[in-house]
């Protein structure tokens, strides 16, 4: 089935500083990506789609200076956080559709940042 | 506004009871819905997709029920084990293509 890859899975990093995550499609092809974030106990929070080839769509309240996304090929999505600051440590999730959603969407295995 | 409700946070139920979630939604005319287990510090794994046009869609102990008129789907798990403990998601896709999550439902179930 259609898989696709996250990594790290786990980040700790110093405040200031830049992270990369990146989600790549395994075995199929993916012009859209979507990025989630989730805090403990809650339920996945959309960020942005990210489209091969154009700008990321960030939803209300996302910080596009902050969540920097860049889909520069058909199967590798990145979302940097830049800057990063403690209240940014979150789990963060990728993921993409599948044949118009027949198949549902297939998502990442997570990144847990902790910035420090 | 659009919502997408489960009502209930967590749920606990003895071996081989069935479990019953509920799925509510306000403000969609969603095509289909879907449900997904995630387990902790995994990502969301996909279940089951139900379409406006089905009633019901089973899969091996899963029973996933759509009901347009209430706006309300119902999943349930026969003979549930202790594996089967996990966080449940209903999710449906809005009309820009955007697949949105409801609270979920955390499952513990006790042998």
Request: proline letters at 4%.
């Amino acid at each position: 089935g259609a898989v696709v890859s996250q990594h790290p899975s786990r980040v700790i990093c110093k405040s200031g500083t830049s992270v990369k995550i990146e989600c790549r499609s395994l075995d199929f092809q993916a012009t859209t990506m979507f990025w989630y974030r989730q805090f403990p106990k809650k339920s996945l929070m959309l960020m942005a789609t990210s489209n091969e080839g154009s700008k990321a769509t960030y939803e209300q309240g996302v910080e596009k200076d902050k969540f920097l996304i860049n889909h520069a090929s058909l199967t590798l999505s990145t979302l940097t956080v830049t800057s990063a600051h403690p209240e940014d440590s979150s789990f963060y999730i990728c993921s993409a559709r599948i044949l118009d959603g027949a198949y549902g969407y297939t998502f990442g295995s997570g990144t847990r940042l902790t910035v420090v | 506004s659009q919502k997408i409700e489960q009502n209930s946070e967590a749920l606990n139920i003895q071996e081989g009871k069935t479990a019953t979630l509920t799925c509510n939604y306000t403000n969609y005319s969603p095509a289909y819905l879907q449900w997904y287990r995630q387990d902790p510090g995994r990502g969301p794994v996909f279940l089951l997709l139900i379409r406006e046009n089905e009633k019901e869609k089973r899969k091996e102990r899963l029973k996933v029920t759509f009901d347009t008129t209430l706006k309300q789907s119902l999943f349930h798990i026969t003979a549930s084990q202790p594996a089967d403990s996990a966080t449940y998601l209903c999710a449906l896709v809005s009309n820009t293509g955007k697949l949105i999550f409801g609270q979920g439902t955390t499952l513990q179930v006790k042998p």
